[in-house]
């Protein structure tokens, strides 16, 4: 319930009466509860002071018109106390229910003169009924664009389903009627005090503590209808429910903020060449970045969630059995996001970086002792940041510092990907490819990178076709095809009727209908 009806934090800004969010993605179907109990825990959680109604509607085509009848009986039921109590209402997507609950009861009005309560419901949802104050006043809103010029939707707990919902009706997104400055913007830096930390560590932190439970976290794609208004919304800086994310969601979105950061955190640039697999190498090359990161003022803060990443990447590699992780796959999926190197730009940067990430991961153990690096709650609760931005499924607000007592439980999912080489395919690999290639000079190393000694990196392969050579190959004739025999269309069968087929739903209908004109017979 805390779902379909709940009060918000934000007051209507003409009225001044606070704002309720009715849900109707969330009701359930009428199969799977008693509707009868549903409405009275409703009615039990309608708010006795003034108040102003949005009512999303795109849950209701999946309910029969008849709850909703009866619903709005149990409603006028105190001498109009619940009528009067709702000054405003706005609607958000257009229904079937509301465009027909005009004319189903406008009929019967027509029938029956003891309905008066009906009466004013009618003058509530007519559009030509204006300039009456005593009646409440509807307002129509099409979409969230529209909802946005009359209210701050950044301040509403709108749920995942309305997005998708309103996503479905508008793909160019929503355009805010008001102004507002994007989190995500050149200029933005990590500090503390800034929302892109809040926003980013939040969800660094999500996925830091449940990430060894799923399979190839930040590597399998998340739903991506799902990941634009989870980035949209961090960039408009919306209140949301966190739960009604899956992780790999999360983490696509995490991905993608770390590749707007204004400077990298691994510049291609940084990395000496040629690269070196031993210890040795992997340890000043780090110390250097770290202590380059350090010193400029436009990096501050970098170099611990550099170290941060490098530390969650050893946790998900430490659980392998379920996260199914490896150094090759974590630097493959994290080496755009950190490098900011593009495929279409030079592929060999983004190998060189992709080597130095694999080989930071598997000596880890061995490098991390050097720094001092402060846990991602430790980081969070730095932060001066005290306006909520998620929300848990118990309906309390998730403040800076309590997001890591949160539990998220997510749905599992289906993927299908290419299997990643295996240790010992990466070592015949790279022997292979130390035989096939010489060792470059001094003046090549200087030019540039494209000159250099390509990394051995799995996506090479070394097998005894490199040395067989292709022979000449004429084009494929066409050769005559003989004529197909025209077939006769197939035969349609239909099937029999059979007693019971139909008649059951063609029951349930008619019982509804009968139950719905009940209702307003005793009226």
């Known amino acids: 319930m805390d779902r379909i009806f709940y009060r918000t934090s934000v007051r209507d800004p003409i009225t001044n009466y606070p704002l309720y969010i009715f849900d109707t993605s969330y009701l359930p179907s009428p199969e799977l509860i008693n509707y009868d109990e549903l409405i009275i825990t409703l009615m039990n959680n309608i708010p006795t002071q003034p108040y102003v109604l949005i009512m999303f509607n795109c849950g209701l085509n999946k309910i029969s018109w008849m709850w909703g009848i009866k619903f709005l009986t149990t409603f006028l039921d105190v001498d109009d106390y619940n009528l009067n109590n709702v000054v405003k209402i706005f609607t958000v997507h257009d229904s079937w229910f509301i465009k027909s609950l005009t004319e189903v009861v406008s009929n019967f009005n027509s029938t029956r003169k003891n309905i008066t309560q009906f009466k004013k419901l009618l003058d509530m949802f007519d559009i030509s009924s204006g300039g009456n104050n005593t009646t409440t006043e509807i307002v129509k809103c099409p979409g969230l664009a529209k909802l946005s010029h ?35 913007n050149p200029l933005i830096r990590l500090d503390k005090t800034s929302l892109f930390y809040h926003h980013l560590y939040q969800m660094f932190n999500i996925i830091s503590t449940n990430g060894h439970q799923f399979e190839l976290i930040l590597l399998k794609p998340g739903n991506k209808a799902q990941s634009s208004i989870l980035y949209d919304c961090i960039v408009r800086n919306h209140v949301i429910w966190i739960n009604d994310f899956n992780l790999y969601c999360i983490a696509n979105v995490f991905k993608k903020l770390l590749s707007q950061l204004p400077f990298a955190l691994i510049s291609v640039d940084d990395i000496p060449l040629p690269v070196k697999d031993d210890l040795g190498y992997s340890r000043s090359t780090l110390s250097s970045i770290i202590t380059k990161l350090r010193k400029q003022e436009e990096t501050y803060n970098y170099d611990q969630l550099l170290l941060q990443i490098f530390v969650m990447g050893d946790k998900l590699i430490e659980n392998n059995q379920i996260t199914k992780h490896t150094a090759i796959t974590l630097s493959n999926c994290l080496g755009h996001c950190i490098s900011h190197e593009l495929i279409t730009n030079n592929i060999n940067n983004l190998q060189i970086v992709k080597r130095f990430i694999k080989n930071i991961l598997r000596n880890w153990h061995d490098i991390q002792d050097e720094y001092k690096i402060l846990t991602i709650a430790e980081s969070i609760e730095t932060t001066d940041i005290s306006e909520p931005l998620y929300h848990s499924s118990t309906d309390t607000l998730i403040t ?76 494929p004739t066409k050769q005559p095809t003989p004529p197909s025999k025209k077939t006769p269309p197939p035969h349609i069968r239909y099937k029999p009727v059979i007693r019971g087929r139909k008649v059951e739903q063609l029951t349930k209908l008619y019982e509804e209908r009968s139950k719905g004109l009940e209702i307003l017979n005793m009226m």
Do not use: W
């Open 150 to 184: 009359y209210l701050d939707i950044t301040k509403l707990k709108i749920s995942l389903n309305v997005y998708l919902h309103d996503l479905q009706i508008y793909p160019q997104g929503i355009e805010l009627a008001m102004r507002y400055t994007p989190i995500v």
């Open 400 to 475: 800076t510092p309590e997001i890591s007592k949160v539990e998220i439980q997510y749905p599992p999912q289906k993927y299908k990907f290419i299997k990643e080489p295996t240790e010992s395919g990466v070592q015949r690999t790279e022997s292979c490819s130390r035989q096939q290639t010489q060792q470059p000079t001094e003046s090549d190393i200087q030019s540039t990178h494209a000159s250099t000694e390509q990394p051995t990196e799995p996506t090479q392969i070394c097998t005894k076709q490199q040395t067989v050579t292709t022979k000449q190959q004429t084009p």
